[in-house]
């Protein structure tokens, strides 16, 4: 079963139409991560919790928000999407931050900017 | 902040063959992991490792901490295990810094 899940799995939008993506997790775990990853690129972070401490990566843009209700959710939230937003979004668990955080992913959402 | 270099970036194979990928990074680290990604799809971690070696199945990875270098090995591959074989690294020192991400290296496996 799907431990780390994630909705939708894609989603069409609008220049300029707010976007929300969500992801769900069944493992208790501390650290929840959101990643951006364009076509043949490296995933980038663009925001990381601990708990309910939030981090925001430096060159994470404004455009680009998080919240996380509880343990189990984390939600991205695109407010402003340009064609440059255009590409999978991923969650990430962890239990802990660094050596003992071994990493659980979603499926991604892919998001299309028209 | 770690530089982090995979090679090669591109590797075909025939099925059967035995594989390596090779990762190095620039600084020390608390962590590398391993992750796969299949086209279009998420990504599976497959090995997290702060030292020695791991096997899964036909899959082993290794890390040489005084080199800085891990390697991931398939033996007997096979078409399915054709994916983006990602390297990745936690910095050690704490911080805030996330994950620093190789650009993966393009296995495909022949039949």
């Known amino acids: 079963d799907a431990m780390v899940i994630q909705n939708p799995r894609y989603q069409v939008t609008q220049f300029g139409k707010p976007v929300t993506l969500s992801c769900s997790q069944t493992?208790?775990?501390?650290?929840m991560y959101w990643y951006q990853q364009k076509s043949s690129q490296a995933p980038k972070l663009l925001f990381h919790?601990?708990?309910?401490?939030?981090?925001n990566e430096a060159d994470t843009p404004d455009n680009f928000q998080s919240r996380r209700p509880n343990t189990s959710f984390c939600f991205l939230d695109i407010r402003s999407p340009g064609l440059g937003d255009a590409a999978m979004y991923l969650c990430?668990?962890?239990?802990?931050?660094?050596?003992?955080?071994?990493?659980?992913f979603g499926e991604g959402s892919r998001l299309t900017v028209l | 902040k770690n530089e982090v270099e995979q090679s090669p970036q591109n590797l075909t194979a025939q099925e059967g063959e035995f594989i390596t990928i090779n990762c190095s990074y620039s600084?020390?680290?608390?962590?590398l992991h391993w992750l796969q990604q299949h086209p279009g799809g998420g990504i599976v971690s497959l090995f997290m490792?702060?030292?020695g070696k791991k096997k899964h199945g036909r899959l082993i990875a290794t890390i040489n901490i005084q080199e800085k270098h891990s390697s991931l090995h398939i033996t007997a591959s096979h078409p399915r295990d054709s994916a983006v074989y990602i390297c990745?690294?936690?910095?050690?020192?704490?911080?805030?810094?996330?994950?620093?991400f190789g650009k993966g290296t393009h296995l495909i496996i022949q039949p």
């Open positions: 990430a668990t962890s239990r802990y931050w660094g050596v003992n955080g071994e990493l659980f």
């Open positions: 493992l208790n775990h501390n650290v």
């Open positions: 919790y601990y708990d309910k401490d939030f981090n």
């Open positions: 600084v020390g680290i608390s962590a």
């Open positions: 490792l702060s030292s």
């Open positions: 990745a690294v936690n910095s050690s020192g704490g911080g805030a810094d996330g994950l620093t």
